[in-house]
C-alpha cells in the first residue's frame, strides 16, 4: 500500500478547503503537495469547496480561495463549467447526494437516528468528564429505537450518527507509516444534521468516492477522523483512498499556524510583492527535502522531483527569513522584463518604460516588490526645503558639505557620470583630503539629491538620474548651504 508501488499511476487528488475565511500556509503547503503529485504522474487536481457548516461560513472566502490558488498558479483540471475554465465543486449544491447515501447506511444499520436534545448532550459530557472518562456519545438512541421511531412520528428532530464497528481502524499512511486506532476510541460522528446538511465526515467520504479520489494529502490534524472514514467506506462497500497526512506547519514560536492563530493569508503575501514561485518555493521545503543541496527550484524542478515518500512526519517551521532568502534568490533571477512587469503594480508613478531602466538599481536592493515604491519615490520627485532631516547631517561642517557638492558638479562636467566606481574614487580622495569619512560626507549627497540620508546606492542613482538633473539637485542644496557657509 505505499506510496513507492502507487508513484506510477496517475493521482487523483483534491484540495477542500472550508470558507472559513483566507488561506494561510499551512492550507496551501497541503494544496501544493497535492498538486504537485498530481503534475508529477500525470493525473488531476480537483478543487471542491467543503462549505457545509453553514454557520462558520465568512463571505467573500470562497473567492479569497479561489484568487490565491490562481496567483499560485495552483490551477484544477475540473469542476462544474461556471467560471474559467471551471468552478469548483461547491458541498452545499450536492445535498440531496449526501442524504441519500444517509438514507442507505441508516437501511443497512451502519448509522442510526438520533433525537438527543443539546441539553442532554451536555449533562452527557459533563458526567462523563467528572467520571474522569472519554466524552463520546453514550448510544442512548442506539438502544431506543422505538423511542426514536415514535418521537420523529411527531415530528421530533433528528440527525444521523454513525454506528461505529467494534475492532481497530488501520491503515498504511503514506507519510505516518502504519497507523491504528481503536475503535472503541472513537465516537458515533453525526452524519447528517437536523437541517438535512452533511458533516464533513459524510460528505468528504462520498464526494471523494464519486469523484474517484485515488489518493487523500491533508493536514495531520485530521489523522483522528480517518478511522470514521475508513468505516464509511466498509459500511458503503467502497475502496478506500490512500491517506497521506502531512505534517502540521508550526510558526517560529512553535505553535501551529492557523487562521485563529493569526497567521498571514496567501492575498497579503500578494499585496507585498512575493513571487508567487519564491512562495511555492518555500512551501515545499516546509517539511519536504529534495535529499540533495538544492534550495532554490523553479514550480518545474518542484514536480520533476517532489514524492511523497521524502515528507518528513515531524511538525514543519515556518521562518520568515528563510521565505525572504528565498524571495530574493528568485528575484535576481528574474529577467529585466519579467521583473518590471512584476513591478508595475507597485510603481505607480513610472512609465513602463521607466520601470524598467529602474531594473538595475532596485534588483539587488529590494526583497519583496513592494519595497521599490519607497526606493523609487525620491527619484521621481525632487527634495523639498527645508529637509525634515539636518542638513547638512552630523559629523559634517558646512563648508566640507558645501566643498563636496561643488566637487561633484566638476567631475560630472568631466564625464564621471558615466563610470560611478570611478566618481566614488575620485570623491573618496576627496574627502580623505579634508579628513572627513566618506561614508560620513556622503549623505550630504543622499541629502542634496534625494532628500533623505539613506537609499539606493548613490553613485547609481546620480547615473540614473543624469547630468542635468543631478546639477540641479545638487545646486540647490548649495544654495541652502551658502547662507550656512556665509556666516562661518
Known amino acids: ?61 470562497e473567492k479569497q480561495i479561489l484568487d490565491s490558488l490562481t496567483w499560485l498558479g495552483l490551477l484544477w483540471d475540473e469542476g ?31 448509522a442510526y437516528f438520533c ?59 503514506l507519510i505516518l507509516g502504519e497507523t491504528s486506532f481503536d475503535n472503541n476510541m472513537v465516537d458515533d460522528q453525526v452524519l447528517l444534521k437536523s437541517d438535512g446538511f452533511p458533516t464533513y465526515h459524510l460528505a468528504s467520504v462520498v464526494d471523494d468516492h464519486l469523484m474517484r479520489i485515488t489518493h487523500v494529502i491533508r493536514s495531520q490534524e485530521w489523522t483522528s477522523s480517518t478511522p470514521k472514514q475508513l468505516a464509511l467506506y466498509a459500511a458503503l462497500g467502497w475502496e478506500p483512498p490512500f491517506f497521506a ?79 525572504d532568502s528565498i524571495q530574493a534568490a528568485h528575484l535576481r533571477q528574474l529577467p529585466d522584463g519579467e521583473l518590471s512587469e512584476a513591478l508595475e503594480p507597485f510603481l505607480q508613478g513610472p512609465s513602463r518604460t521607466q520601470i524598467l531602466s529602474l531594473v538595475p538599481l532596485l534588483r539587488e536592493r529590494i526583497v519583496r516588490l513592494a519595497d521599490a515604491a519607497g526606493l523609487v519615490a525620491p527619484l521621481l520627485e525632487r527634495p523639498r526645503w527645508p529637509l525634515k532631516e539636518p542638513f547638512p547631517p552630523a559629523k559634517v561642517l558646512p563648508g566640507d558639505a558645501f566643498g563636496l557638492l561643488e566637487r561633484t558638479i566638476q567631475r560630472i562636467d568631466a564625464g564621471d557620470l558615466e563610470n560611478p566606481v570611478a566618481l566614488r574614487e575620485a570623491l573618496s580622495e576627496w574627502a580623505t583630503t579634508k579628513g572627513a569619512k566618506p561614508r560620513d560626507i556622503f549623505r550630504v549627497l543622499y541629502l542634496a539629491l534625494l532628500g533623505t540620508a539613506a537609499g539606493l546606492p548613490i553613485f547609481d542613482v546620480m547615473k540614473y538620474l543624469g547630468a542635468e538633473e543631478v546639477r540641479f539637485r545638487l545646486e540647490q542644496g548649495m544654495r541652502e548651504l551658502s547662507m550656512l557657509v556665509d556666516e562661518l
Not at 487528488?13 to 497541503?30: D, I, K, N, Q, W
Not at 463549467?81 to 442507505?104: A, N
Open 245 to 323: 497526512h502531512t505534517p502540521n506547519v508550526l510558526g517560529e514560536d512553535r505553535k501551529k499556524m492557523s487562521k485563529r492563530h493569526g497567521a498571514k493569508d496567501i492575498l497579503e503575501y500578494r499585496a507585498q510583492g512575493y513571487l508567487p514561485g519564491a512562495l511555492l518555493n518555500a512551501m515545499a521545503l516546509l517539511g519536504w527535502a529534495s535529499g540533495t543541496a538544492q534550495e532554490l527550484f523553479s514550480r518545474d524542478e518542484l514536480v520533476a522531483m517532489f514524492s511523497i515518500e521524502r515528507v518528513n512526519r515531524a511538525p514543519a517551521i515556518f521562518d520568515a527569513k528563510r521565505l
Open 115 to 173: 433525537i438527543c436534545s443539546p441539553e442532554r448532550l451536555a449533562a452527557m459530557r459533563k458526567a462523563q468528564q467528572e467520571q474522569g472518562k472519554p466524552t463520546g456519545y453514550d448510544r442512548y438512541c442506539l438502544h431506543h429505537t422505538e423511542e426514536v421511531a415514535a418521537a420523529m412520528e411527531r415530528g421530533q428532530s433528528s440527525v444521523l450518527r454513525l454506528r461505529m464497528p467494534e475492532g481497530r481502524s488501520s491503515w498504511d499512511d
Open 1 to 61: 500500500m505505499g506510496e513507492v508501488q502507487q508513484a506510477a499511476a496517475p493521482w487523483r487528488v483534491r484540495f477542500a478547503p472550508s470558507p472559513t475565511g483566507a488561506l494561510h500556509l499551512g492550507a496551501v503547503r497541503t494544496a501544493l503537495f497535492a498538486w504537485l503529485m498530481a503534475r508529477k504522474t500525470g493525473g488531476q487536481f480537483i478543487l471542491r469547496i467543503e462549505d457545509t457548516d453553514q454557520g462558520r461560513h465568512v463571505e467573500g472566502s
Open 80 to 110: 462544474p463549467e461556471v467560471g474559467g475554465p471551471y468552478g469548483p465543486y461547491v458541498q452545499s449544491e450536492r445535498l440531496p447526494i449526501y442524504q441519500e447515501q444517509g438514507r442507505v447506511l441508516a437501511a443497512s444499520g451502519a
